[in-house]
């Protein structure tokens, strides 16, 4: 029994019961749903092996928004555990794992693979390129990303999640306090995710140095390009810091070496600035992409070039430079000395100069332009004032003298909200909706989107504006309970009523989806919105190649598809030729289960098992090493006939 | 299939051969950021040896100089392999990687020897903060050069079966990045944690 027992959930309640059963239920209907239809063949063939970076993106999107979901049920269920005084809704060690995992998975789970469908999806038609520079690497990243997704959420109903909080801190992490095989989920589940990063990291920045179309110079390319290029910099080089953090995380749980442990010479503290490291400049890979989807929304919906485009590049790279100066912010109050913290303190504050050059770049855009409140638009209008309370109540936080007033409070947990919701997720649901139509081919419901974002908006507020109140009144984070006579309860109510609303808004999402794949028309051709960038210049849906003919852009500016339509520009000058394409494979999805099974053995400490799943992830490398793989073509008078269908349909 | 530029090296010829080595350049600009983190751990913890031995006591300059010229020269013989393989001769490439190799090879035996000294003197990885980041760091290159055995074994048999084409020139070149790469670390390891402990 004693091998048994180590599954177990250590503390284990009514809910986690019930949603091992639900669990259980929604993959038995899966399994036997996708069975009686027959679709297994058409999953593996058209999903699981695809080496094309628009049906990667969709998985990405596909993961985040349930990752979404699961990180949502998390909050919601704080929410309502706070609500009132003394509450017993979730005990203190339920809480614990509650706010570890929401942390986890809606920063490296739901907000990741979102701005990564947004890398893979727009990249390379925003380059006009045929695909990324490693297709099949980008298969793999995916695999690997979604498998440590899953084993991270596995943890909540196999052997427990972890609970020493999303930054993992030790000793609190170390076995001693940790006692749990929840925070070795979060070590290697994390490490198996972030090593897909990394590949599309690699990939991203190969893709826009090498395969930009004809004429597009560095400084005419789009600005969400821009801000991938920059992002997917930052991952290449913070990444790796958390590689080794983890690392030395899992070796101090499994193999008792003494990195951050108290006695023997360990230092816990060395944990916090490794992490810390890597985390700060994570910050910046989620908050620059969702700039650059704003800056394409804000142009179309301006009918105006981007104001300052030279300023909004370099405001980027001064952030992503700043990004890795300002991590020990994190930790002003743990005794690292007056100068140290001053140090740290103007560079934290220095940061805001050219976050605040984008803002006003962007205020500017819009000034004089021919604004039209769409709903992607209304998402960006609603960001632009949200986002800048966010970074004024940042600048409070960066007076380390002010920061022991609020350090560990709810204030710091409103301000991060507050610069995460409407900096990355508004961007996230924003550029969703403007680029719908690209994915899917039909619009979504203007009305039901526009309610949505004001439901939001409110939603929001209600939420996180109680939070610098009782934050700054003393209201500790991370508390699973308070009393009544602390006085917080009307506020923490009120909080848990915005969160409802929060909900609310997600499920007019989900709605607005279902409604308007019903109901909303199909022929609306490949421009929709009157946009701008070269994204918008291919057919919808988007044919395998991208394009027919790869755009030469050496007439136009950094919104060439705009400069065709309004000048008159020739994009596509030349005739078709043959199109070499990349093939499918199943060996990433094959070496991502042998990683998964590699990483749940080691949580596990079954070395037999773990050593069979490294065997077979070398196989894996092998067998690639000696395969041979040119590729195919597609003739060019197959893809005359493919374009020729696109005229036949209408489509312009 | 592809497209073949005879105008540039072999390894360089086509767009995807390009591709792969840029890719891989900034692959190792990432293994710069492991490596340095180590380093920057291995500086937090060097003095924090608690109830274990410091670095002078354990480190031994015989082995040490032993692995040294063994990466050094093998180094040095993966540069003459990728030179042959410029002139287009499949044979000295296979003889001087194949050197390089066994080389790597003899450097690991060495590695292995000393870490089962330092168990046994009571230096283990879990004996204090110390030892820990040492053995790690160490490891951690070892086990790249570990890696680097098996993938370029592979490249041998590839090209001793397939002969010198862009696809296994194009191997062999990165594969030689890689292994200069090693080599740098490893001149960090035998300045910053070996000399320098030994002083």
Redesign the interface.
């Known amino acids: 029994m004693e091998f048994f027992e180590r599954f177990m959930v250590p503390h284990p309640s009514f809910l986690i019961y019930v949603s091992m059963v639900l669990i259980a239920l929604t993959s038995i209907a899966i399994v036997v749903g996708i069975t009686y239809f027959k679709k297994w063949g058409y999953l593996w063939s058209e999903w699981i092996t695809t080496v094309d970076h628009k049906k990667i993106g969709i998985m990405y999107l596909l993961t985040a928004l349930l990752m979404l979901f699961r990180g949502g049920v998390d909050a919601i269920m704080m929410r309502l555990q706070l609500a009132v005084p003394d509450n017993t809704f979730l005990d203190a060690q339920h809480y614990n794992e509650i706010f570890t995992t929401h942390g986890v998975v809606m920063i490296l789970f739901m907000a990741m693979p979102f701005i990564t469908f947004f890398f893979n999806f727009l990249v390379p038609l925003q380059i006009g390129a045929r695909d990324v ?2 297709p099949r690497l980008n298969n793999l990243a995916f695999w690997l990303f979604f498998m440590g997704a899953m084993l991270f959420n596995l943890s909540f109903v196999v052997g427990g999640s972890p609970d020493a909080g999303w930054t993992s801190y030790f000793p609190l992490a170390n076995n001693e306090f940790s006692t749990s095989v929840g925070t070795n989920y979060y070590m290697i589940a994390i490490q198996i995710a972030g090593i897909g990063t ?1 590949m599309t ?3 991203f ?2 893709t826009i ?3 930009r179309a004809p004429g597009m110079t560095l400084f005419k390319m789009p600005m969400f390009t821009w801000s991938s290029l920059i992002a997917n910099l930052i991952i ?6 958390l ?3 983890l ?2 995380g899992t ?1 101090d749980r499994l ?5 951050f ?1 108290i ?5 816990d503290m ?1 944990w916090a600035n ?1 992490f810390w ?1 890597w985390g700060h400049p994570e910050v910046y890979i989620l908050i620059l992409p969702a700039f650059g989807i704003f800056s394409e929304i804000i142009t179309t919906f301006s009918r105006r070039n981007l104001y300052g485009y030279n300023s909004m590049v370099w405001s980027m790279v001064i952030i992503s430079v700043f990004s890795f100066t300002v991590w020990t912010h994190h930790f002003f109050t743990m005794g690292q000395g007056a100068m140290t913290n001053s140090i740290f303190s103007i560079t934290t504050m220095l940061i805001a100069v050219p976050t605040g050059v984008k803002i006003f770049n962007w205020l500017f855009t819009l000034y004089k332009g021919k604004i039209e409140m769409t709903t992607p638009m209304l998402y960006t209008i609603h960001f632009i004032p949200l986002f800048t309370l966010g970074g004024v109540t940042g600048v409070m936080l960066a007076m380390s003298a002010a920061d022991y007033q609020y350090h560990n409070t709810m204030f710091l947990v409103a301000h991060f909200h507050n610069v995460i919701i409407p900096g990355v997720v508004y961007a996230m649901l924003a550029g969703l909706t403007f680029y719908w139509p690209k994915l899917f081919g039909f619009m979504l419901n203007e009305k039901i989107g526009k309610a949505t974002v004001w439901v939001m908006s409110t939603g929001f507020l209600l939420a996180f504006m109680p939070m610098y109140i009782t934050g700054l009144d003393g209201q500790a984070r991370r508390m699973s309970t308070y009393s009544e006579a602390t006085g917080y309860s009307t506020l923490n109510m009120v909080s848990f009523i915005g969160a409802g609303i929060m909900a609310i808004s997600f499920i007019m999402l989900v709605w607005n989806i279902w409604y308007s794949f019903k109901n909303s028309p199909r022929d609306i051709g490949s421009d929709p919105w009157n946009a701008r960038g070269l994204e918008w210049a291919t057919h919808t849906p988007i044919p395998a190649y991208n394009f027919a003919i790869t755009p030469d852009v050496s007439e136009s500016t950094s919104e060439a598809f705009w400069d065709m339509k309004k000048n008159g520009t020739k994009l596509f000058k030349g005739k078709i030729e043959k199109i ?1 394409m990349p093939n499918y494979s199943g060996l990433p999805f094959i070496m991502s289960c042998a990683f998964f099974l590699l990483g749940f053995a080691m949580i596990f400490s079954m070395w037999i098992v773990a050593i069979i799943g490294f065997i077979v992830i ?1 196989g894996c490398m ?1 067998y690639r ?2 395969e041979k793989d ?2 195919y ?1 597609i003739p060019a008078e197959e893809v005359e006939a493919i374009e020729k269908q696109y005229e036949k349909r209408g489509a312009k | ?2 497209h073949i530029d005879h105008s540039r090296p072999l390894e360089y010829s086509t767009e995807e051969n ?3 080595i ?2 891989f350049w ?2 190792l ?3 710069i ?2 490596f340095g ?2 380093f920057a ?1 291995y500086f ?2 060097v003095d ?5 031995p410091i670095g002078a006591e354990i480190f031994e300059i015989t082995p040490v100089l032993a692995e040294t010229f063994l990466l050094l020269a093998s180094s040095f013989t993966i540069g003459l392999a990728i030179h042959a393989m410029r002139l287009g001769s499949k044979k000295a490439t296979l003889t001087f990687m194949g050197i390089t190799l066994v080389l790597g090879l003899a450097f690991l035996g060495v590695e292995i020897y000393e870490f089962q000294h330092y168990v046994h003197i009571g230096a283990g ?9 040492l053995l ?1 760091t160490l490891g951690t290159h070892g086990l790249h050069v570990t890696l680097g055995f ?2 370029g074994l ?2 041998i ?2 090209i001793s079966k397939r002969g010198l084409n862009h696809v296994t020139a194009n ?1 062999a070149f990165i594969f030689s990045l890689y292994w200069h790469f090693l080599d740098v670390v490893w001149i960090f390891i035998f300045s910053f944690i070996y000399l320098k402990g030994m002083m």
């Open positions: 520079a490693f990394l990291g690699i990939n920045i190969t140095m090498k395969m290449v080089f913070a990444f790796p810091v590689t080794v953090v690392a030395m070796m193999f008792g070496t003494q990195f442990t006695g023997n010479g360990g230092m060395l490794l490291v070499h070398l092998v090493s000696f040119e590729g073509y | 299939m592809a390009r591709l792969k840029l890719g900034i692959f600009g990432a293994e950021m492991l983190t180590l751990s937090t913890l924090r040896t608690g109830s274990g990885l879990s004996v204090s903060a110390f030892t820990s980041i790690t098996f993938w592979a490249i048999i590839q191997k």
